[in-house]
């Protein structure tokens, strides 16, 4: 780029918009433990107790509660800020995704919930996402989704991480854009999004010099969600089903997407879809490439 561009090579990269940058012999390391300090001292949270996991089992959240009304201001300002941390912290996702629901007229329950993730943040302030040296380039995805997760409208949730190598690099939680009337269903739309992301990531990695040769692995754990992408006919389960959903039937023909059984025990988008218990939690943390600045051979302090 020095023969294209004016510039001048500094090093290498250390810091970058609110990224702390690592690199040792065997990965690269990416983190945000001096913005995360800087959230835990804005919300007064810098002495707090830390939590094992963001979010607890179970947690089910509403727009009416019965609590009383919190300042919209100070959470719209927690629940932003947890979004751009979840650059490097997949880990957050669901919980931040879950929270951003509520911006309107949030209650001191979410807010409540909120300053519960910062805790877990406080406990996990050194953790960021490691990508190691010398692995494959090949595209896996993962999509799962929660059946009518949503107390109030009773959509689901879709989730979904794509790996290049080692570590995710890709992931997403959203809600989905319409209510589905069973677990096929909801896996479904959920996959069909994710096919959609692929599909563009294909695209990107082909202009960066990857080629994805081979159909990218898509990895459901739903086997009636697979025959349905897989089944051309129309049935009693699939009439409800959002016509711009069945364009992940084309995929497959076209060579683009391989959408492959996996069992729910290796499914990593489990943790964008649900609160989870903490065993099966750090599970897939770990699973997702995010560990602690401590655990990388060679590395310095962040």
Same mark, same amino acid.
């Given at each position: 780029?020095?023969?294209?561009?004016?510039?001048?090579?500094?090093?290498?990269l250390h810091h970058f918009l609110g990224l702390g940058v690592l690199q040792t012999d065997?990965?690269?390391?990416?983190?945000?433990?001096?913005?995360?300090?800087?959230?835990?001292?804005?919300?007064?949270?810098?002495?707090?107790?830390?939590?094992?996991?963001?979010?607890?089992?179970?947690?089910?959240?509403?727009?009416?509660?019965?609590?009383?009304?919190?300042d919209e201001t100070l959470y719209r300002q927690m629940v932003g800020s947890l979004l751009?941390?979840?650059?490097?912290?997949?880990?957050?996702?669901?919980?931040?995704?879950?929270?951003?629901?509520?911006?309107?007229?949030?209650?001191?329950? /979410?807010? =409540?919930?909120?300053?519960?993730?910062?805790?877990?943040?406080?406990?996990?302030?050194?953790?960021?996402?490691?990508?190691?040296?010398?692995?494959?380039?090949?595209?896996? =995805?993962?999509?799962?989704?929660?059946?009518?997760?949503?107390?109030?409208?009773?959509?689901?949730?879709?989730?979904?991480?794509?790996?290049?190598?080692?570590?995710?690099?890709?992931?997403?939680?959203?809600?989905?854009?319409?209510?589905?009337?069973?677990?096929?269903?909801?896996?479904?739309?959920?996959?069909?999004?994710?096919?959609?992301?692929?599909?563009?990531?294909?695209?990107?990695?082909?202009?960066?010099?990857?080629?994805?040769?081979?159909?990218?692995?898509?990895?459901?754990?739903?086997?009636?969600?697979?025959?349905?992408?897989?089944?051309?006919?129309?049935?009693?389960?699939?009439? /409800?089903?959002?016509?711009?959903?069945?364009?992940?039937?084309?995929?497959?023909?076209?060579?683009?997407?391989?959408?492959?059984?996996?069992?729910?025990e290796v499914q990593l988008a489990d943790i964008f879809t649900k609160p989870l218990a903490?065993?099966?939690?750090?599970?897939?943390?770990?699973?997702? =490439?995010?560990?602690?600045?401590?655990?990388?051979?060679?590395?310095?302090?962040?």
């Amino acid at each position: 780029m020095m023969r294209q561009y004016e510039m001048t090579d500094l090093g290498l990269l250390h810091h970058f918009l609110g990224l702390g940058v690592l690199q040792t012999d065997s990965c690269i390391f990416l983190h945000q433990k001096k913005y995360a300090k800087t959230l835990l001292d804005k919300f007064g949270l810098k002495d707090c107790k830390s939590v094992a996991t963001p979010l607890a089992v179970n947690e089910k959240l509403s727009k009416v509660d019965g609590s009383e009304l919190a300042d919209e201001t100070l959470y719209r300002q927690m629940v932003g800020s947890l979004l751009y941390l979840t650059a490097t912290r997949p880990d957050i996702m669901f919980a931040a995704s879950l929270l951003a629901r509520f911006m309107h007229n949030p209650t001191k329950k /979410h807010m =409540g919930t909120a300053k519960r993730v910062l805790r877990y943040v406080q406990g996990t302030i050194n953790y960021g996402i490691a990508y190691d040296k010398g692995k494959g380039a090949v595209l896996i =995805g993962y999509c799962d989704s929660d059946w009518s997760g949503s107390e109030d409208d009773m959509r689901s949730a879709s989730g979904y991480a794509f790996n290049l190598g080692s570590s995710a690099f890709s992931w997403a939680s959203i809600k989905q854009s319409s209510v589905a009337l069973s677990t096929a269903e909801a896996e479904y739309m959920s996959a069909a999004e994710a096919t959609a992301q692929a599909m563009w990531l294909r695209f990107v990695l082909s202009d960066f010099g990857e080629e994805q040769v081979e159909p990218t692995q898509l990895l459901c754990d739903n086997t009636s969600a697979i025959a349905i992408s897989k089944n051309p006919v129309h049935h009693h389960k699939t009439r /409800h089903i959002n016509r711009r959903f069945h364009f992940i039937r084309d995929a497959p023909q076209n060579g683009e997407i391989d959408l492959l059984y996996c069992k729910t025990e290796v499914q990593l988008a489990d943790i964008f879809t649900k609160p989870l218990a903490r065993d099966r939690f750090e599970y897939l943390r770990e699973a997702l =490439g995010v560990i602690s600045a401590q655990h990388l051979e060679g590395s310095v302090g962040v």
